[in-house]
């Protein structure tokens, strides 16, 4: 073909070369995936707007703010393209926020989401390079470093129009005082708590929207549910007499919330289907254990952190069966 | 044995459901491509030891004579698909990136062409009684005469499975014609349209390897071919089955387990579980070998996709340049980018359109920016989808991270070699990550290795 016979059409187009596969998903991505988390998160902010209102505007706006402002400058600092699209930072300030007291000072949604973000994820080198959850590397500085503030007691203000901060959180009444709340109040969330645990109806709702659309594992949310049953009932079978049953172990305190938004993040729990049950099941255990044996009223942080730290172990022991393999 | 043989559940654990786009080219009868002035036969189109030429430049050569032939058992032999005069050797590069030595004819001469040329490969009637007084040795040494590989793109020699072997006594014979490349129509269009062909082959190829059972596996996407092959079928034994539409079912081994529910051994053959397992493009080949003698000249290509004029599939002598078949279609389109030789899950890009079609040619599949992935990647965030999808239960994350650091132990802990790169780990990836090109990576690090 000589060039000054082509037309338009005859133009060979520019061809390029890439290794198979050529096609790919279409529409999914680490953002839409955030994106998911936030909407699967709605009902319980929308639970702690109603129950916790200017209080639980504060402190999301507080954590998530801080978070995105984290991300940038620490990114920044290790000259690294900002990440702030993927909404990640969002979703750790969000769930930070929701399991914080809400009357917890500014100072410490501020600090919690600087240590979540700096310390938790980006000096491992950012998203999806993180051992331990941020959000809840974050909540644990805090817990330790302004121990009033994050104490049963931290969860009690008083002089405020927010009624249901004046009653302590059910678990706490329940370990220091022997009152026993009653489940309806802990299934729709009318108690007092972190901002995003007291409904179980709102954590489960969101939850199964994440299972659906397969952005949380199932198997982990099933195995921490299935070994607090196990350990409730138990816990349940050996004093018979306790007004606290098996029942408010499950819609107590954060064991949905965690076990559905918190334990289930991809990043930080195993790969493999064995490994996430395995994982699951050892955070119900650890809250369970905690609840009843140690001093505080409640554990999933210290369970998810600890189930964390062993992931690449869990890993490394549940390496998949290759198909056709011995 | 037999009775050891479950019947399969129709399908195989994880895989993916890519965009199937075989509406493209699934309703164009097959054309025939005229003979080409020129080919160009490189003499390694196959997996195992290359060929070497056993004809001289300006010698006359006729179609079907042979050209070349290599040494020992993984091999096989190429057969001139015109007649013409051989010219000086070669050297061509192949999409998959091997610079080969070619014999190159320049036809000359009557050739055979259009639709007497289809009556004398795929058309016609086949006499399937025959078959029963055929030796079972000319089956294999007919096959490995006549120059046949896997057509399905991967190019194995098919005699070495057809060779009958005392100590893995074949029972199942299964016919390929799942065809489950997107884009591509070839072996759904061979099943319509030369039905009877692939049912000679088959009962040839059950019969090298005293087979007791033939089965053909066809996709439930291709009602069509079904119903084709089960009227050809009727009467002779062989039965066609019906598994449910999903990548890679095409594979060997998902094959097997989706229709015999059989798991053939990690680093094994389908021969380790008594199963051989062959193409219908393949199995009509052989029928034309050894019922025919017409070794294998030339091949059914789809030219199919978003950045082909006219999308078609056309019988084309092997060796006639990917250019010239293009242009039979009406040329690329003004957006195509993406030359692929194959489909777009294992397919290899090119970009010379005098690179020639081999026998693993399955299709030319031309693709526009619009149908490609955008390239972005962002971090893997362990979402463990790849995990979820792949067909061999591996952790393609764990082992593209391996592959990159080239840390061999740890990809050899989670069995790298298992993979066989169907891609559907990148399919699927949220992050757009080159999951399976670095595990190639670090399989060809771990080959290196060995080789040391």
Redesign the interface.
Known sequence: MKSEEMT??????????????????AG???F??MRDVLIALSPAILVALLNFRLLAVKQLLICIVTCMAAEALFTAMRGRRA?LG?L?AVVTGAILALSLPATAPWYVGCIGSAVAIGIGKVVFG????NIFNPAMVGRAFVMIAFAGAMAASGYIGSGSEVDIISQATPLTAFKQSDVTTSLWPLFIGTSNGSLGETSALACVLGGIFLCVR??A?WEIPAGVLISALIWGGLANLADLGSQWTVLHHLLSGALLFGAFFIATD??T?P???KGKWIFGIGVGSMVMLLRIFSGYPEGVMFAVLLLNGITPLI?RWT???????? | MLDRVLPGPGTF?HG?H??ERKELAENVAIEILPYPKKVVLPLLQHIGAPCAAVVKPKQEVVMGELLAKGEGFVTTSVHSPVSGVVKKMEVTTLPNGRHLQAVVINAKGDQLSGRELWDALYGGDWPLDAIASIKQEDISAGIRNSGIVGLGGAAFPTHVKFTPNDKKPIHTLVVNGCECE?YLTTDYRIMVEAPGSIIAGALLNARAVSAKQTIIGIEDNKPEAVAAMRAAAQGTGVQVVVLKTKYPQGSE?QLI?AALNL????G?LPGDVGVAVSNVATTAAVAMAILRNRPLTHRVVSITGG?IANPKNVLVPLGTSMGEVLDYCG??????????A?G????????DPDTPVTKGTSGI?V?TQK?????KT????????C??VC?????P??LAAASRFKNLDLAR???IL?CF?C?SC???????L?L??NI?TGKALLAAEAKK
């Open positions: 338009p059409e005859q133009i060979q187009p520019e061809l390029n070369v890439a290794p198979s596969p050529h096609v790919h998903t999914m991505s680490s839409t995936m990440t993927d990640s950012g998203v999806g390079m397969r952005v594992s991809p990043v729990s790969l493999s289907h890993n390496i998949p069966r290759p198909f056709g393999g011995a | 654990p993916v890519p965009p997107p081994k387990k798991a053939v051994p990690l094994g950045g040329g690329l389109r003004p957006d195509a980018v993406r030359i692929v194959g777009p899950m294992m397919g290899f890009a090119f970009t599949t693709l149908e490609l992935s955008d390239g962002t971090t893997c965030v362990r979402c463990g989808r995990v979820d067909p061999m239960n591996l952790v994350t764990k802990r989670y069995n298992a790169e891609g990148v399919f699927i990836c949220p992050a757009g080159p399976v090109q190639r």
